[in-house]
């Protein structure tokens, strides 16, 4: 750990500083468990007691460093969407939500699949169904997919906020008054509201009247 103050100290974002903290505790858990684990090995219990043992212990691992990433995650989400932030990498604040929800459903997911392999169960044909499941729904939905994964970037990227004057490749001129996950809707100087799919938005031009710096 002191070698690692030193190194972290040297920079000069503390955000290396706070993740260091953050890894005080997880890694003196993980140095107990792992140590419990090679005695119950060297003890050589009855097969059932062994599985048990193994089982809690892997569980208590993989808990212990699936809730350590999510913090780590966190923190650096949080650091990256500061528009003050010590870091060269810059996230826009409205889209910090997306990328948590993605880094969350990532972290359970294969939390979930190392807990079953843990306790030796084969999650081989549920990961496969789930695969088929994804591939069909995936044909299924298409287009509405391709709206959502587009309102996505639009929302990641911030080519346009609401309040902006949008002219559109197709002529249509209007104010953005809402940026959803499907659509983005425009109200026209005459009162008009356009509603305008995002795999459309996000693959033509857009002229951006009130962008700038």
Known sequence: ?????????????????????????????????????????????????????????????????????????????????????PTDIHIHPRSIPIFDFCMKLGIYSVGAYLVLAAWRIDATAAVASFGIAGIAVGFAAQQSLANLFAGVLIIADAPYQIGDMLLLESGDRGEVIDIGIRSTRLLTTDGVEIIVPNSIMANTRVVNETGGP
């Open 1 to 85: 750990r002191r070698f690692a103050v030193q190194l972290v100290q040297r920079t000069r974002t503390t955000l290396d500083d706070e993740m260091l903290d953050l890894l005080r505790h997880p890694l003196a858990g993980t140095a107990v468990l792992w140590s419990m684990l090679q005695a119950v090995g060297m003890v050589n219990p009855p097969s059932w007691l062994r599985t048990l043992s193994e089982g809690i212990l892997e569980t208590l691992l993989i808990l212990l460093w699936g809730r350590t990433l999510l913090r780590l995650g966190q923190l650096f989400l949080a650091t990256v969407g500061r528009p003050d932030g």
